[in-house]
């Protein structure tokens, strides 16, 4: 089996890393070519991987416009292999609370390219994967809460979905086999972002942040425009269709799990961690 891979993030380096000692060849674009992958400029390249490789994923977030479209479009519509495009369920924007399945709406929300991206994937014949907020090893409320960077922001009303890395691994894998079509990849509890990052702190044992409202919160412009949008994402094709059921379908099990590999650091010196919302 060949695995093509468009974006070696996060996400995908992950998907890697799981199918590769099952004797997967796995190929991987990348803007700048780094270490073993195909850079993004090599046309010709990528254009023999895309011809030979039985199954192929982009986890690439458009800007603007989807830049693998844009480039291999042609190339991937004649395509054999399987397709595979990871996205947002931000396409569904705000539900105000309600919960969005597959056959809800898309376009309304604040990420109109990723909308159009989305349904440009579908109309590829992909399995398109919508993802909420992404955490796992070394991004998750733990990492910021140690790295003193977590902000408890109160919304009333508002909760989010969220997906383990390891759930999204294994919704994709289960997808190789699925119908073409959209699959919400998402846990079983939607829960204000205040008491996601309260439950973080208490597992570290330190205080959590302070409980800010929205109005008094100094966040910029993007910031502020994640805390526009308030839905529930469900998951119930997926765990049909897919036979998928997340290994963590709460947060609760997902930060507990991660707790355990998490050591104390100095809040001084550490890093800022990566947005979750990049694939």
Known sequence: MHLLIFGLGYTGSALARHLAPGGWRIAAVTRDGRGD???????????????????????????????????????????????????????????????????APTGTGRRTARAEADAAWLALGARVFRLPGIYGPGRSP??????????????????????????????????????????????????????VVAYAC???????????????????????????ENRRVANLKAKRVLRWRPLFPDYRLGLRALSASTSPISTSTAPATASSDQR
């Open 37 to 103: 992958s195909i850079a993004f400029a090599d046309r010709e390249r990528v254009g023999f991987e895309i011809a030979h490789a039985s199954h192929i994923v982009s986890t690439v977030a458009p800007d603007g416009v989807d830049p693998v479209l844009a480039a291999f479009g042609g190339q991937l519509a004649a395509a054999r292999g399987w397709l595979g495009y990871l996205s947002s369920t931000g396409v569904y924007g705000d539900a105000n609370g309600a919960w969005v399945d597959e056959a």
């Open 142 to 195: 733990l990492d910021r809460a140690l790295h003193g960077a977590a902000r408890r922001i109160h919304v009333p009303g508002q909760v989010f979905s969220r997906i383990h890395l390891d759930d999204i691994v294994a919704g994709v894998t289960a997808g190789f086999d699925a119908p073409r079509g959209a699959y919400n990849l998402a846990d079983d509890l939607p829960a204000p972002q205040s008491d």
């Open 202 to 228: 208490a597992l570290l044992g330190i205080a959590p942040p302070p409980l800010v409202p929205l109005e008094q919160a100094d966040l910029g412009p993007q910031a502020r425009a994640f805390y526009s």
